[in-house]
């Protein structure tokens, strides 16, 4: 079996992303983007799918990670009875071809290592047949080449390829493997040394934009850094994690398919991009979400492939064993849903992208009028709603609340930005909208908003009420529906996305998952909107307890387990932790200019 989801570290070149182990071993590649093949897959499955280690030969007394100073290069040093030695691991932004190299520095001693590449195409269904050309290793199969690069001496060992070398004090052993299109000629020869200065001056000159200078900085940071690595450059996508199928309940069924684009992170990975300095990055993904939806609103799709495809066909793998026996899913049939809620989280992208000076650009705009068209003929229906039910679609609370944010925005963006369209219709749909959700969506005896119309269960995406303004934060349905979430989906400090009751068939899923991360940094946001500030901090430093060793978050995370499940690293995680340090920062000081001004 894989290791545990928090043993895994990220590397990445901007198109596609690999997983690195405590072990020294790469369990999970797929190239050349984030969606295709893994030629690496024992995340999955076994060491029989594919993985790439480099490692001690003998015993292991201590592991030490880090990532290299706001970096992606990932140091991973090894303590033996014979010495010291460090992986160095990093891909180069994508140059000709994708690239993986890895570095072994010997650090003290004389330390005895392995290496064993065991490399299986197609999410790990293919043996290739490997040769030598040149002095280079070779792996061939269909559509797919690797080559391997390294002065070390390899031989063939049950469908492998081994090593089997000494690291002294002061020495530095290369291993380069290149992924190329095998009609292609062999990918040119790259200096893996020059390769670690020139990733490294990289990543460091893209953070220095960061305009954050607030108390959590090496968090947002690095939390920046994982959006980045999610990020596929030639178009501007950012996928919601690198990986598949990696269960939100540890044998069970709730595992999907997560290297796409979301609509709905558009949002909140905008704004975030926007206020933290990254204004190229933030009208890269605004292009792509523009080229993403351009076409009929009617058929518009939550998710879109990296590269704006809409053909997300779902299967199952079923030749791998799965990560702790769940299904392994390709493809993810969501895709196909109706969402409402997504043409709020567009017209708020978009909105906030032109606050934040971004191009107000005709085209845009045009597109914008056909999504509130839709809206206003369409706010009405059912639908699956944010979590993306498989067990029929409601009238869900959060989908006609962010049919609203759609109509607001599009009221300020006549009046804000004097662009052209039917304000007083939008501003009456708007009015419309909320009164319905006052009267159908709010259960006045309980205090709360509920999670679908004539529901008496809750959902935590309605701690959003607040967030994008249809009610203050010191509004007493706002606190009741806090209070609310504080005592049924608040489990040892954190928060449950809604009410999983035996009997309920909400979701069309058997009940059971972690803690979802994003809605307890919503909760915190709450607290801090609110003015309960060490509720607030309190909240924030658990999540932040949470991260693993280098600083990455999964989806959830399981409090009965104490270990991160879900999909890995996931965007919508890391963007909230960005949003919630900036809240809780702005929240404290703004409290304090208060103090000082009733000080004079």
């Known amino acids: 079996m894989a290791l545990p989801i928090e043993d895994y570290a990220i590397i990445a070149d901007t198109q596609t992303a690999a997983l690195v182990g405590r072990n020294g071993s790469i369990d999970w590649l797929c190239v050349p983007r984030f969606d295709s093949g893994a030629i690496f897959a024992a995340l999955l499955g076994t060491e029989d799918n594919g993985h790439w280690t480099?490692?001690?030969?003998?015993?292991?007394?201590?592991?030490?990670?880090?990532?290299?100073?706001?970096?992606?290069?990932?140091e991973t040093e090894f303590e033996t009875d014979e010495g010291v030695v460090r992986l160095v691991d990093f891909m180069p932004p994508r140059g000709e071809a994708p690239d993986v190299i890895r570095i072994v520095e010997g650090v003290r001693g004389r330390v005895p290592m392995t290496m064993r590449l065991?490399?299986?195409?197609?999410?790990?269904?293919?043996?290739?047949?490997?040769?030598?050309?040149?002095?280079?290793?070779?792996?061939?199969?269909?559509?797919?080449?690797?080559?391997?690069?390294?002065?070390?001496?390899?031989?063939?060992?049950?469908?492998?390829?081994?090593?089997?070398?000494?690291?002294?004090?002061?020495?530095?052993?290369?291993?380069?493997?290149?992924?190329?299109?095998?009609?292609?000629?062999p990918p040119e020869p790259v200096d893996p040394v020059e390769e670690l200065g020139a990733t490294e001056g990289y990543w460091r000159g893209w953070v220095s934009a960061c305009t954050?200078?607030?108390?959590?900085?090496?968090?947002?940071?690095?939390?920046?850094?994982?959006?980045?690595?999610?990020?596929?450059?030639?178009?501007?996508?950012?996928?919601?994690?690198?990986t598949t199928s990696l269960p939100e309940k540890l044998g069970g069924?709730?595992?999907?398919?997560?290297?796409?684009?979301?609509?709905?992170?558009?949002?909140?990975?905008?704004?975030?991009?926007?206020?933290?300095?990254?204004?190229?990055?933030?009208?890269?993904?605004?292009?792509?979400?523009?080229?993403?939806?351009?076409?009929?609103?009617?058929?518009?799709?939550?998710?879109?492939?990296?590269?704006?495809?809409?053909?997300l066909d779902e299967y199952r793998a079923d030749w791998l064993t799965g990560y702790d026996g769940n299904p392994v899913r390709i493809g993810n049939a969501a895709a196909e849903q109706f969402q409402l809620d997504v043409y709020g989280e567009v017209m708020d992208a978009l909105h906030q992208g032109r606050r934040a000076g971004l191009k107000a650009d005709d085209p845009a705009w045009g597109l914008q009028v056909k999504l509130m068209n839709f809206v206003r003929e369409h706010w009405t229906e059912p639908d699956e709603g944010i979590w993306e039910v498989r067990g029929g679609p409601k009238q869900f609370v959060h989908s006609k609340l962010m049919a609203w944010v759609a109509a607001d925005r599009a009221v300020k963006a006549v009046e804000e930005f004097d662009l052209d369209g039917p304000v007083d219709e939008w501003s009456a749909l708007r009015d419309a909208i909320r009164a319905d959700i006052l009267q159908k969506g709010y259960d006045p005896e309980r205090r709360t908003f509920t999670q679908f119309y004539g529901s008496e269960e809750l959902d935590a995406a309605l701690l959003m009420v607040p967030l994008v303004g249809f009610l203050p934060p010191d509004d007493e349905r706002v606190a009741g529906t806090v209070a609310a979430i504080e005592q049924h989906l608040l489990k040892d400090g954190f928060v449950q996305r809604y009410t999983q009751h035996p009997d309920t068939d909400?979701?069309?899923?058997?009940?059971?998952?972690?803690?979802?991360?994003?809605?307890?940094?919503?909760?915190?946001?709450?607290?801090?909107?609110?003015?309960?500030?060490?509720e607030a901090r309190e909240v924030f430093e658990r999540l932040l307890a949470l991260r693993n060793d280098v600083g990455l978050l999964s989806e959830e995370y399981d409090t009965e387990a104490g270990r991160l499940v879900g999909n890995f690293p996931q965007a919508f995680s890391h963007v909230p932790l960005i949003d919630t340090a900036r809240t809780l920062t702005d929240a404290v000081a703004a409290t304090e200019a208060r103090a000082r001004e009733g000080r004079r």
């Open 54 to 74: 480099i490692a001690p030969a003998g015993e292991v007394r201590a592991v030490r990670r880090r990532y290299r100073s706001e970096t992606l290069v990932l």
């Open 212 to 242: 954050y200078e607030g108390e959590w900085r090496d968090a947002v940071v690095r939390s920046l850094l994982t959006l980045k690595a999610l990020t596929y450059a030639p178009t501007g996508g950012i996928v919601a994690a690198a």
């Open 118 to 185: 065991r490399l299986r195409f197609d999410y790990g269904h293919v043996v290739p047949w490997v040769y030598r050309e040149q002095g280079d290793l070779v792996a061939v199969a269909g559509p797919d080449a690797v080559w391997l690069r390294t002065p070390v001496e390899t031989h063939g060992e049950n469908l492998a390829t081994r090593a089997d070398f000494t690291v002294a004090a002061g020495d530095r052993t290369p291993f380069v493997l290149t992924w190329r299109p095998s009609h292609l000629p």
């Open 253 to 311: 069924v709730r595992n999907w398919d997560y290297r796409f684009c979301w609509l709905r992170d558009a949002t909140i990975t905008l704004q975030s991009l926007l206020y933290s300095g990254f204004q190229s990055e933030a009208k890269a993904w605004r292009k792509w979400l523009l080229r993403a939806i351009a076409g009929d609103p009617a058929e518009l799709q939550i998710m879109y492939g990296v590269a704006g495809e809409r053909r």
């Open 506 to 534: 909400v979701d069309g899923l058997p009940p059971g998952e972690g803690a979802f991360l994003a809605c307890t940094f919503w909760l915190a946001d709450n607290y801090a909107l609110m003015g309960r500030h060490d």
